[in-house]
């Protein structure tokens, strides 16, 4: 990693598309409308061909606004369009062998578990996306952490962690008071049916929980 | 492309895998058995953790019998497992960009028809899968080239061209005389009961055809 900017700070409200919900190209407008200071471009069921293009839009946006901006799963699409990094979870491409086919990226891992974490941050990860903190259904079938699980990764790992699951509006600012450096949301932003006010109203309850205590 | 070996030569007997047939790994094995020169790892619906373990074991079993080896549409999987190329159809990556991230791995290009298979020259592709030749149940949506059309391709473009789509062991002989530098196969081989059977005997069919008349 090589970047300019300081990433913890572009990683306090980081957003995930989900067309399930809202297209990807009109939630990333609207979410960095309202405040939204990372992307994360997550397509699944699409074809390559569609995912580079829908890449290269969010990447121009994204550009324009100076917002991170992260591909989930796909390498090869990160590479494409040039985002600034990539997520991978446990059922994606092992850490070791991104890092090796694209060292410049920047590469988030999920983490479910302190044990996942920990082999995040010795593999080289540059953050940790540690979850789901609560029950969600745009991810039925993922691990509960919890916000327990949460702080024991965070006082454990030296590099950035993000919470993720299941968090909204109401919660968030419990979510805040663990120490994470910061949230992830995908349908209390993108489901929303006024996806740039809930984005900006959410953008507000992070600026202030920061304002206060760091 | 910097290969020691002769692609034309190693694209004459194509093999691609197709799990709804059969496994991938043990198809291959058998594949490469009866004779196949190239292989090509065609997985959907599957993580990409699931892909590069797959992907690892095509790997070795290729590399120990010197069959060249190719992914389809996943250039991240290609580099992740070191295949020595990748192939594109028309929504996939576009040819430029696989390219630019992928500059070291052969690349072949999808063309149902000449319009495409010029472009792909153009934007430097390795070599052509012209096709469908035949209808095919494993791609049922696959627009139709046919034999003159494959024909045109092949005396229009330099890189090497392989037939695919329909093909087997009765239509093989017909599709060699059109000058085709290989013929790629999938239900044909991984949809028999005895694929290294299958295999040999196509093989064999080819062979024959070269040796006659090249």
Redesign the interface.
Known sequence: MSQKFDLEEKLRFYVITDRRMSNEVKSVRLAIGGGATAIQLRIKDA????M?NVGTEIRKITRDFNVLFIVD?????A??VEADGVH?G?????LK??K??APNLIVGVSASSLREAIEAEKGDADYIGAGAIFPTATKSDAKILGLVGLKTIISTVKIPVIAIGGLNHQNVVKVLKSGVDGIAAVSAIVGASDIRESASRMRTLIDNYFRKTR
Do not use: N, Y
Request: net charge negative.
């Open positions: 074809s390559t061909r569609e580079v799963d796909r390498v090869d699409v590479l494409a991978v446990q059922d994606d491409m092992p062998m991104v090796r086919i």
